[in-house]
């Protein structure tokens, strides 16, 4: 596929900090494809932003400069997605943030694509809606500079859930090319069904 000259104003953020619980390893580090998903979800971001961050938590900055990747540790802690996107637009609040979380091995190039070629700007956010519940899907998002503000003020009422934001705000939805892409992979046995589909190349 030929790259797209990136947007300059739109800078990537792979969301790599969680704790990763129910799956008993950090999903991050996982492999599906030749390189672990921290290093290909940055990949996956790099041909449509001028930049790629990964955001983390302060303990692991060593462990993402060791992976040659772009660490940027959460400011707002104990928030999960949340506290990652305030982070990153608390560090250039005049971007668009495209957000991509590390556990979605199955996403695609042409999916990324159709997101960025579908941004509207002038929106709090572009998200694709989710096939299980029909919501906006916040963790494969353009998160939009003025979405700051209010994202501020939903934490201040109490609500870290940036799918709420989202489903309370104009956000542009469109419906994902392959749903299927949007898959999750959080367990043990999806994991095993991801390198099962995947074939994981070793």
């Given at each position: 596929?030929t ?15 969680g ?5 008993h390893?950090?999903k991050g ?12 979800t ?21 462990e ?22 305030l982070s ?18 199955y996403?695609?190039?042409e ?8 941004r ?13 519940n029909?919501?906006?899907?916040p963790?494969i ?6 979405s ?10 109490g ?10 705000s104009?956000?542009?939805?469109i419906?994902p ?13 999806e994991?095993?069904e ?9």
């Amino acid at each position: 596929m030929t790259p797209i000259r990136p947007d300059v104003d739109i800078t990537g953020l792979v969301l790599a900090g969680g704790r990763s619980q129910r799956m008993h390893a950090d999903k991050g580090t996982l492999r599906y494809h030749t390189a672990d998903q921290r290093q290909h979800t940055a990949a996956l971001l790099a041909p449509f932003c001028a930049d790629v961050r990964v955001s983390c938590r302060p303990d692991q900055v060593a462990e993402i400069e060791a992976a040659g990747l772009m660490p940027l540790p959460d400011t707002f802690l104990n928030l999960g997605p949340l506290g990652g996107l305030l982070s990153a637009l608390q560090l250039d609040p005049n971007a668009a943030w495209l957000v991509l979380a590390c556990d979605l091995p199955y996403l695609t190039p042409e999916t990324l694509r159709l997101l960025v070629e579908s941004r509207q700007p002038g929106c709090f956010a572009t998200a694709f809606q989710s096939p299980w519940n029909n919501f906006p899907e916040p963790l494969i998002t353009i998160w939009e500079p003025r979405s700051y503000g209010p994202l501020l003020r939903f934490l201040s009422l109490g609500y870290s859930c940036p799918r709420k934001a989202l489903i309370n705000s104009d956000t542009a939805v469109i419906q994902p090319p392959v749903p299927g892409e949007l898959r999750n992979v959080n367990t043990p046995e999806e994991r095993a069904e991801a390198e099962n589909e995947l074939k994981v190349e070793s």
